[in-house]
């Protein structure tokens, strides 16, 4: 069965970071696109970051740019979000999930993704 875990989250002061994983098991990450998305609540789903089939190419949404980092370990079958200078406003659950087309993960959109993993709560305080 093809499934998605995420770990890592958790409650941290603003400036500070942590490391979301995205472990799978009974699928290979590296030949599909994955994406993050985050949700904080009342609020929309919003793509975070993508990184295409053997990592070629990453997508940033414009909030995350230059603070959020995507990439793989290959050998551990997992993707990491780096989340670095963390803000307030950062916080929400965030997903890991796959895209069986690469317009999703250009797009940063959900459209196409079709597995997701169970959401790992990020809290940033003030």
């Known amino acids: 069965q093809e499934q998605l875990v995420e770990s890592g989250g958790g409650l941290v002061q603003a400036g500070g970071s942590l490391r979301l994983s995205c472990t799978a098991s009974?699928?290979?990450?590296?030949?599909?696109?994955i994406g993050w998305f985050r949700q904080a609540p009342g609020k929309e789903r919003e793509g975070v970051a993508c990184?295409?089939?053997?990592?070629?190419?990453?997508y940033y949404a414009d909030s995350v740019k230059g603070r959020f980092t995507v990439s793989r370990d290959n050998a551990k079958n997992t993707v990491y979000l780096y989340m670095n200078s963390l803000k307030p406003e950062d916080a929400a659950v965030y997903y890991c999930?796959?895209?069986?087309?690469?317009?999703?993960?250009?797009?940063?959109?959900?459209?196409?993704?079709?597995?997701w993993g169970q959401g790992a709560p990020v809290t940033v305080s003030s």
């Open positions: 009974g699928l290979t990450l590296d030949d599909w696109a």
């Open positions: 990184t295409s089939d053997r990592g070629g190419r990453t």
């Open positions: 999930a796959r895209d069986f087309s690469d317009y999703g993960c250009a797009h940063l959109e959900s459209v196409s993704f079709d597995l």
